[in-house]
């Protein structure tokens, strides 16, 4: 079965500094990927998603995610980051054999400093 | 706002009380799901309705019922819940291109806000 691993719990970055938020899957092919936020109180927005091609996606809010098959990692990266951008961080893997669900990595933890 | 709506925003319930939650989107999804979160936890998957046939079911207590009425409705029928099952309860939903399976994993879903469940 598929898993996901989100090495980190919490990061504290200050606003208009870099982001990298880290996930490792594994699954014994290419999965489907993608990355969610959620904001307090509020469900889950997609962010983007990895199915084939070009290994860099680019989703909204500035966001960015790059696939390395070899490194069966799907990091999320922003290049300055928003006092707005705090919220939780979910990479998500939807597999091509049973169990077809999305599995969810245990979250990250986004505190923006001032 | 999304494009997902759930009601109530907010329940608070006894374990005797039966309520339901409603999830209704209008995007011509035809899969739509349940999920349930704990506080710092991911979603966890309760049930899958793909072209309105329950898909998956997550070996959820039968106190939790599902229910699909339409492409564009969800409920979850509450009955005799117990206080560990106070969380915030997820709707779904993703354009699946046919009833296969395939599909349930490879199309991004869309989350309603949520309903905060309290079981006194």
């Known amino acids: 079965a598929q898993s996901v691993t989100q090495p980190d719990i919490h990061i504290t970055v200050s606003e208009g500094a870099s982001l990298e938020l880290r996930c490792n899957y594994s699954?014994?092919?290419?999965?489907?990927l993608f990355w969610y936020v959620q904001s307090p109180g509020q469900g889950l927005q997609l962010l983007l998603k990895?199915?084939?091609?070009?290994?860099l996606v680019q989703g909204i809010k500035g966001f960015e995610a790059e696939f390395k098959r070899s490194q069966s990692s799907f990091n999320l990266r922003k290049p300055s980051v928003h006092w707005s951008d705090a919220a939780e961080y979910f990479c998500?893997?939807?597999?091509?054999?049973?169990?077809?669900?999305?599995?969810f990595g245990s979250g990250t933890q986004l505190t923006v400093l001032p | 706002d999304t494009e997902v709506t759930q009601t109530p925003k907010h329940l608070v319930m006894g374990m005797t009380n039966k309520k339901s939650l409603k999830c209704e989107q209008h995007?011509?999804?035809?899969?739509m799901y349940w999920y349930k979160q704990k506080a710092k936890k991911p979603p966890e998957l309760m049930f899958v309705?793909?072209?309105?046939?329950?898909?998956i079911n997550e070996s959820v207590p039968s106190r939790f019922s599902p229910e699909c009425p339409n492409s564009s409705l969800l409920n979850l029928h509450l009955h005799a819940l117990q206080p560990e099952d106070s969380a915030l309860y997820l709707c779904?939903?993703?354009?699946?291109?046919?009833?296969?399976?395939?599909?349930?994993?490879?199309?991004?879903?869309?989350f309603g806000d949520g309903t905060r469940l309290s079981i006194l």
């Open positions: 779904a939903s993703s354009n699946v291109q046919g009833p296969d399976p395939l599909w349930l994993s490879n199309q991004p879903q869309h």
């Open positions: 699954y014994g092919a290419t999965p489907y």
């Open positions: 990895y199915f084939s091609g070009d290994t």
């Open positions: 998500a893997v939807g597999a091509l054999t049973p169990p077809r669900q999305l599995t």
């Open positions: 995007m011509g999804h035809r899969a």
């Open positions: 309705y793909s072209y309105e046939k329950l898909s």
